[in-house]
């Protein structure tokens, strides 16, 4: 596929034990959703997964999302998607990265007009790491608060703070059951592990928008057990680099939407311009606004138009729920203090790295996810 020059590379610019099975085998049968009994090979998957075309969905499936929402537009879509999708079970949302208070507001706006109640928590507005300084679009809230929800106190809007606790007590209490959709730089996720450090090993799975394979060079078609595998700073990672760092030193199992794969996914169109002129749903309403936003400041920046976006989130929540769009590699993911990734396949590895995506087939399923049929 074609990504227009626009688009953010790599982010930068854009910013377990499953019940029932051991091993981390289990685990990864669990997210390609096949049974630990009958697992394929490791060619007879890739070939299972550039043909199928089984949705790979789970019942009641327990999500907490953080997010770093309100600057690119991908994490309003991931939201949208998220409230679109009759099997997930959102037990939380909290924010993190800069302007957590504005972060916090905009998604429990749009989480009311979907008409749930989903608690929200403001999380850490700086990173663990003292550098660099946060980066924020100057679009954070535009398109959906007034005047006065952005001077507005955040309990006065039923927003809580601390998310940190608030993600290690929900994971700690539904020990094996809570996925975290981690859509922003890690800090809120590594404190909580430092609040308590069984959310490590008692979250059912961290999916997390961010490292890379090989990027901004395409992942080869097998990777090589053994080989260390290098690739450039994504913005999730460097924003943060000692929460992802610890992070991914913990005993946590995740799962890397990397940069490889999201950034071969580039939503333009007729399904854009639905969304931008949406008269409803209330919840698809407000992400339109934010989406046209959004692309009046690509616009702008770049001086020509531009008319679509990369879903990273979005797809990044989409696996998440099982969807099964990207292929996997097991292994090791190690960050170094320079800020780059180095993935070494492995088998037993507890990191699995996402090496290459069907983005047809997910740009086929994503705008009927996301706009409807609604619940
Ligand atoms: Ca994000």
Request: charged share 20%; proline share 6%.
């Amino acid at each position: 596929m074609v990504v227009p020059s626009d688009r953010p590379a790599c982010g930068v610019i854009s910013e377990r034990n499953h019940p029932g099975v051991s091993g981390f085998e289990g685990w990864a049968s669990h997210s390609c959703g096949y049974s630990p009994t009958s697992l394929p090979t490791r060619k007879s998957r890739n070939q299972r997964f550039l043909t199928t075309e089984r949705l790979l969905v789970y019942p009641d499936m327990k999500l907490l999302i953080d997010t770093d929402i309100g600057s690119d537009i991908d994490d309003a879509l991931a939201l949208l998607l998220l409230l679109h999708m009759a099997e997930v079970d959102i037990l939380g949302v909290t924010t993190t990265y800069g302007c957590v208070d504005v972060r916090a507001k905009i998604a429990k706006k749009i989480i009311n007009a979907r008409g749930l109640n989903v608690p929200v928590f403001a999380g850490s507005a700086q990173p663990l790491s003292r550098w660099p300084q946060v980066w924020h679009t100057g679009t954070e809230g535009k398109g959906i608060l007034d005047d006065d929800e952005s001077r507005a106190d955040l309990t006065d809007l039923g927003i809580g703070t601390r998310a940190n606790e608030f993600i290690a007590d929900t994971v700690v209490r539904n020990p094996g059951e809570v996925t975290l959709v981690a859509l922003g730089p890690l800090t809120n996720v590594a404190m909580a592990i430092r609040e308590n450090p069984q959310v490590a090993e008692k979250a059912k799975a961290i999916y997390f928008m961010g490292c890379g394979v090989t990027f901004p060079a395409r992942a080869p078609e097998n990777l090589q057990q053994g080989t260390k595998y290098r690739s450039e700073p994504s913005h999730n990672v460097w924003a943060d680099l000692r929460a992802a760092r610890e992070v991914f030193e913990s005993e946590a199992r995740i799962s890397a939407v990397t940069n490889d794969v999201t950034t071969q996914v580039w939503w333009d169109g007729s399904s854009v311009r639905a969304l931008t002129d949406s008269d409803g749903p209330p919840e698809a309403v407000l992400v339109g606004s934010m989406l046209k936003v959004w692309l009046e400041h690509r616009s702008e920046s770049f001086n020509k138009p531009i008319t679509g976006t990369c879903p990273h989130d979005a797809l990044a929540a989409a696996e998440a729920c099982g969807r099964g769009f990207v292929r996997y590699e097991s292994g090791l993911m190690h960050i170094d203090c320079n800020r780059y990734t180095t993935f070494t396949p492995d088998p037993s590895g507890r990191h699995r790295a996402g090496a290459c995506v069907d983005a047809e087939r997910f740009l086929e399923w994503f705008p009927h996810a996301l706009l409807g049929p609604l619940r």
